[in-house]
């Protein structure tokens, strides 16, 4: 998964943070860290804005133009030749004077090209390094001041950290969950997204109903929860730059301004979304159901899928329009000329999910979430982030009732927890209060505390927020004091390992027997030997017994 440098900043103030600071820091508290990229522009010296004069056909060449450029009063007027076609005189445009040295190690010399003296480049967006377009130069529309450093004028990019996350963390799947991690590694205030929209902003108008007259789930064991929002007059145009910028920054191409909410939405919380264009839905209607044997739907990536009876669909009157928890179909999909919106946030049972998915060989970033595990509880503050973002980006307003099919278990998991339990099995000793600043900073509150009568031993009650399910014992909280105090904080001590000997030790005489039972059932018995450094050796305790360890033929020294 990708995390966007830029976009945690909105969560947790990193500013001062050096990157691989964080990813040492993502690595320590648990996930691997498989490669950090840089976006934008690299530094690039000798690059500035400058103004094309004239524009003069080239005497010796059709294709090419002599221009006279004013690179500032540094730098002066310059005579550069340019193949481009896509400028006139008066545009701004990157100019690379000679000693310039470009992505991928081209430097720019003075030269002449086709007997005519050329004393730089202007530049495209791929020479600089900011992009994909080779066709023509890089506008720049804005005018910036002639002579000021092309550095100051491109956004300064962005720090991406490739992030494998373990399948019993679903909770970090999302910004906020690898931010709400960092925040508490680097003791720094934990921002959540303001959440503007309330159920009393509603409008109760007529034309609710003929967007969306009723919600079926004929399947609630692997639906447990769906809710739908109708959003009337809505205009259907390009995201925010802001929101396209961290979208691509994960490896996503913006579409438009709803389907890039539904996007954001899903790797800000971890929440799949889904927008309908409300007239494409016959009969008004969403009908949560299995498959009808053999039904077929075309998928947003343009393939027709045969559908069987065990798969869950979100279905309209007459036909299927998603694959539940997986991907939308192009029969109800938003278009240009949508101008209402159905809503669709819904917990989908992660095995029918993965199932579906195997069978149909689809896969998507929803399904990845929904396979794993999506948290039902937050399910509506993700839901009124959605709606916030759409209204704030294509306008329109919420009307109608706001359909509610299913509910969650009510969330309530505490576990008691001693301090003395956790130095116990940390091996070295915490001071009470840095364990409970750690649990605090993950949210995992210490609702109350007692000494109990019979020990005399402190015990805390710790509430496990829900989208840690993973949490359900003493000795996971153990594991989250240490993940925050730092494995590599771990004092050294002495192993003591002792040997096992004699033939009627049950230990010995269990790994005997179950050694011969798995040899029987045709499995091969393999020794691998573990050899260590005479260093090592002494570390673990060997003492004056290294020399007898030692091999006699040692490939290194």
């Not at 430097?107 to 050329?118: A, C, L, V």
């Not at 109350?448 to 805390?460: C, D, K, Y």
Request: proline letters at 6%; aromatic letters at 6%.
């Amino acid at each position: 998964m990708k995390i966007s440098r830029n976009w945690l900043q909105s969560y947790v103030d990193l500013g001062s943070v050096a990157d691989d600071e964080i990813s040492r820091a993502i690595t320590f508290l648990g996930f691997e860290v498989e490669g950090v990229l840089h976006t934008g522009a690299p530094r690039l010296s000798s690059v500035f804005v400058g103004e094309v004069l004239t524009r003069d056909k080239h005497p010796n060449a059709d294709k090419l133009s002599v221009c006279t450029v004013d690179v500032g009063p540094q730098h002066g007027i310059k005579t550069i030749v340019c193949g481009a076609q896509n400028y006139k005189v008066g545009d701004r445009v990157p100019v690379a004077l000679p000693g310039a040295v470009l992505p991928g190690n081209f430097e720019i010399k003075q030269s002449k090209i086709r007997g005519q003296s050329s004393d730089g480049m202007m530049c495209s967006g791929r020479e600089l390094g900011v992009g994909e377009d080779h066709a023509g130069l890089l506008i720049l529309t804005d005018r910036p001041a002639l002579g000021l450093p092309i550095n100051d004028v491109l956004p300064a990019g962005d720090v991406v950290f490739d992030i494998e996350i373990t399948p019993n963390r679903p909770d970090c799947l999302s910004h906020l969950g690898i931010a709400r991690e960092l925040a508490a590694w680097f003791k720094r205030e934990l921002r959540y997204p303001e959440i503007k929209f309330t159920a009393n902003a509603v409008s109760a108008t007529t034309e609710a109903g003929e967007l969306l007259s009723g919600v079926r789930v004929d399947a609630p064991e692997d639906c447990p929860l769906y809710t739908a929002y109708t959003i009337a007059g809505v205009k259907i145009g390009p995201s925010p730059a802001w929101m396209q910028d961290r979208l691509r920054a994960v490896g996503l191409r913006p579409i438009n301004n709803v389907v890039d909410v539904g996007n954001y939405v899903l790797h800000e919380y971890g929440q799949p979304v889904h927008t309908f264009d409300a007239a494409k839905l016959g009969g008004r209607q969403i009908v949560v159901r299995r498959a009808v044997e053999g039904e077929k739907i075309v998928t947003l990536d343009n393939k027709e899928r045969t559908l069987s009876a065990s798969m869950l669909v979100i279905a309209d009157a007459q036909r299927p329009v998603v694959v539940a928890g997986i991907m939308g179909g192009e029969n109800s999909g938003v278009s240009p000329e949508t101008t209402d919106l159905v809503l669709e946030v819904a917990v989908f049972r992660r095995q029918s999910v993965r199932a579906t998915g195997r069978r149909l060989g689809l896969s998507s970033d929803s399904s990845y979430r929904y396979e794993r595990g999506v948290d039902p509880h937050t399910l509506p503050e993700a839901a009124h982030r959605t709606l916030d973002l759409i209204l704030e980006t294509a306008g329109g307003h919420v009307v109608g009732k706001i359909h509610r099919v299913g509910s969650d278990v009510p969330w309530q998991r505490e576990i008691a927890l001693r301090p003395d339990f956790v130095n116990e099995r940390l091996g070295f000793g915490l001071p009470a209060e840095e364990m409970k600043a750690s649990l605090e900073a993950l949210e995992l509150t210490v609702t109350r505390e007692e000494v109990l009568a019979e020990t005399n031993a402190v015990q805390w009650t710790v509430a496990v927020p829900s989208w840690r399910d993973d949490l359900d014992r003493p000795i996971d909280l153990v594991e989250e004091v240490l993940r925050l105090h730092g494995t590599d904080k771990i004092p050294a001590t002495v192993v003591t390992a002792p040997g096992l000997v004699g033939d009627d030790d049950p230990v010995v005489r269990f790994n005997r027997a179950a050694m011969a039972y798995l040899v029987g059932h045709d499995f091969h018995e393999c020794v691998n030997y573990t050899l260590r450094s005479q260093k090592e050796q002494q570390a673990a305790g060997a003492g004056a017994h290294v020399d007898n360890l030692a091999l006699s033929n040692p490939f290194v020294e």
